[in-house]
């Protein structure tokens, strides 16, 4: 029978699956990025793939190396790729048969009391027959038994005819492609939370510099203030103000201490080893980073094709939308298919034989009729699924857009920031020595030189926090851009590996 029904089965599965086909929403961007120069407004943005090399740092490139490979968060973005995918797998199998295999024996033993037994007696019947049962042919009667044996197979096809499985195939693969984009935007985040942090430890170190090269300078003044005082050329007054500009310096050192080791924890944990694994590599003072080099952010609407995560969202749109079809299509009729081939006999020594073929087939019609509201309510869930969906891909793109002029602003703020405390700092080392040559020259007093030597200390540290800040400003624009991650692996295990390296404990 399902050979019969066959053609007109596949005639069925050409008609068009019911529910909206999706078509990505219109995603109207601004010519340029407000906050972008005149200059590179509408440059295309550089290959972005692998930036955090251009800092031509080794120990920052292996850091992100080993966090993309260890991370839990990247790897728990991995493990919802290889779901997504089983899932679609799932999906796409019920466009097919289902069969299954089957093999059995069954034993009949008829009560001697039964109904039948004192009918048999009066025609003489009575108890006779052992084995297979009373007079052969597989009829036992009461007091005896039959015993049989089955081997066969059974399949089942609904037909798609509505085209509701071939939605939920969709809707499976665009959550697939979610899963994937998702993935990606968890390498972005990590490689730009590993930078940053690896950037405001870098900034922490030089400040920690500045600020113990200013305790030793303020322990040298102390000193000069003591023996000008004792040789009564300073008021005495003048060495106890020394002595608290003393306790200032080395009270500033601790939270700066205390904030470079929190950073080195979280590089740490960032790379998926406990919070001291990295401190004694971290500890160590490396040269001076080069000058961030200048990104240009190109168009928006290049942005929007770049980012991970709104690609995400996209592709979160396009499942909700196959769900409305496969809900619109529980509203129609079910068609499916059934059939059975078995063999079955009371001896297994004629079980593989044409006269034990037993063959079932048969068509069923499922039409719904009364549900009262839940097909309905279920397709109304699933618009506003879609809805709620198309909105946060929306909140997605002008999330991505604010980003990036955020970044920006605080991009050029900071570079012009940067650039008036180099240029003060300039003038304070040259008042420094102004102040220096008339004090030796009896013209000034030593107050004059502590002041002005604390003028320098002062924008030494707030120089080298400005160059952190504007480090931590482009990478945040570099994140914003959505790159990086062009050229870094995504490697998901293969069905029945181990994708979780580690072994669950048995209780």
């Keep these: 029978m399902i050979r019969r029904l066959a053609p007109f089965a596949l005639t069925m599965l050409a008609a068009c699956a019911v529910g909206p086909n999706y078509t990505p929403p219109a995603t109207p961007a601004p010519a340029r990025f407000v906050e972008a120069s005149a200059a590179n407004g509408t440059a295309p943005a550089p290959a972005l793939a692998g930036w955090w090399r251009a800092y031509r740092d080794p120990e920052l490139d292996r850091l992100i190396a080993l966090a993309l490979a260890d991370s ?22 019920g466009l097919f048969p289902q069969v299954d295999a089957s093999a059995g024996t069954n034993y009949t033993r008829f009560s001697k009391n039964a109904g039948l037994s004192s009918l048999t007696s009066l025609f003489g019947g009575g108890g006779a027959g052992a084995g297979g049962g009373a007079g052969g042919g597989g009829v036992a009667l009461p007091g005896n038994h039959i015993q049989t044996y089955s081997l066969g197979f059974d399949a089942s096809w609904e037909i798609d005819l509505f085209g509701g499985t071939r939605r939920q195939i969709e809707g499976a693969r665009a959550r697939t492609e979610a899963a994937e984009w998702s993935a990606r935007d968890a390498q972005v985040s990590l490689v730009a939370e590993v930078a940053d942090a690896y950037f405001q430890l870098r900034t922490l170190q030089e400040r920690e510099r500045v600020a113990r090269t200013e305790v030793d300078r303020q322990q040298r003044n102390l000193l000069i203030a003591q023996n000008t005082a004792r040789s009564g050329l300073l008021a005495e007054g003048d060495s106890i103000r020394q002595r608290s500009e003393l306790a200032n310096a080395e009270a ?21 080893r406990t919070p001291d694994a990295l401190i004694g590599e971290l500890a160590v003072v490396r040269p001076q980073l080069p000058p961030p080099p200048a990104v240009p952010p190109g168009l928006p609407s290049d942005l929007l094709r770049r980012r991970p995560d709104v690609r995400a969202a996209e592709r979160t749109l396009a499942a909700a939308t196959a769900d409305i079809g496969v809900a619109t299509a529980d509203l129609y009729p079910r068609f499916s298919l059934t059939g059975m081939a078995q063999l079955i006999s009371t001896a297994l020594s004629n079980l593989i034989s044409s006269n034990s073929l037993q063959l079932v087939g048969g068509a069923t019609a499922n039409l719904p009729v009364l549900d009262f509201g839940r097909r309905s309510g279920a397709l109304a869930q699933r618009r506003a699924a879609a809805d709620e969906a198309y909105q946060q891909y929306r909140r997605t793109i002008l999330s991505a857009l604010r980003d990036v002029e955020d ?26 020595a102004a102040v220096e040559a008339r004090w030796r020259s009896g013209l000034t007093d030593f107050g004059d030189v502590l ?36 050229d870094l692996p995504l490697t998901v295990p293969e069905p029945g590996t181990d994708a979780t390296a580690f072994t669950v404990p048995r209780r």
């Design 72 to 93: 839990p968060d990247v790897r728990i973005a991995v493990s919802r790729i290889a779901q997504a995918r089983a899932a679609e797998r799932a999906a796409r199998s």
């Design 252 to 272: 500033s050192v601790g939270p700066i201490v205390a904030d470079g080791k929190a950073a080195m924890h979280g590089i740490a944990v960032l790379t998926g």
């Design 407 to 432: 970044a920006l602003v605080r991009v050029a703020t900071e570079q012009q920031r940067r650039d008036a405390l180099a240029r003060g700092l300039t003038d304070s080392r040259r008042a420094v």
């Design 451 to 486: 002041l002005a030597r604390a003028a320098v200390s002062q924008g030494e540290d707030q120089l080298a926090s400005s160059e952190g800040n504007l480090r931590r400003s482009l990478l945040s624009l570099y994140k914003a851009l959505g790159g990086g991650w062009e």
